[in-house]
């Protein structure tokens, strides 16, 4: 019998029972991309395993294989869409200290987001983008989602 995976936020925009703003921005057999819905910066884009996985040591062996790649790809996108100055690239993988259906997050970092949190970078710079509530309107993620479509379907992952 299937593992219930409703009420875990990723499964539930996968299945249709949530909004997934922009839809997906690539598809693969085994991985989602989707905008982030959290209060990082408009081009934050998650890697999302189809399957309900919490932990990267679960992951199968087709799974891993093509996560260097798409990671590659994503960040590429990323880069091309947003012209940062960097993109990080960090796994999320719990909900109010819970594991969670993991993700890894692909978020462009601009020197006006260093210039807003000083003296934040790495993980600090998230937890105060994060603490600070700003969500890219619903409209701009629908076109970046667009954008990053385009662009990741060109690239062939």
């Not at 249709?16 to 989707?34: C, D, I």
């Amino acid at each position: 019998m299937p593992e219930d995976t409703t009420g875990c936020v990723v499964c539930d925009m996968l299945q249709g029972r949530a909004a997934l703003p922009g839809g997906t921005a690539h598809e693969t057999s085994h991985w989602v991309v989707m905008h982030v819905l959290g209060a990082f910066n408009l081009g934050s884009l998650a890697i999302v395993p189809r399957r309900h996985v919490l932990h990267v040591a679960d992951l199968d062996d087709d799974e891993t294989a093509r996560l260097g790649p798409l990671l590659r790809d994503v960040a590429a996108a990323v880069t091309a869409l947003t012209d940062p100055v960097r993109v990080y690239t960090c796994l999320w993988s719990h909900t109010g200290g819970e594991p969670a259906h993991i993700h890894f997050v692909l978020q462009p970092i601009h020197r006006s987001d260093m210039a807003d949190h000083p003296g934040r970078l790495g993980p600090a710079l998230q937890a105060a983008m994060l603490e600070s509530g700003d969500k890219p309107a619903v409209e701009a993620v629908e076109e970046f989602v667009a954008r990053a479509r385009q662009v990741l379907t060109t690239a062939g992952s």
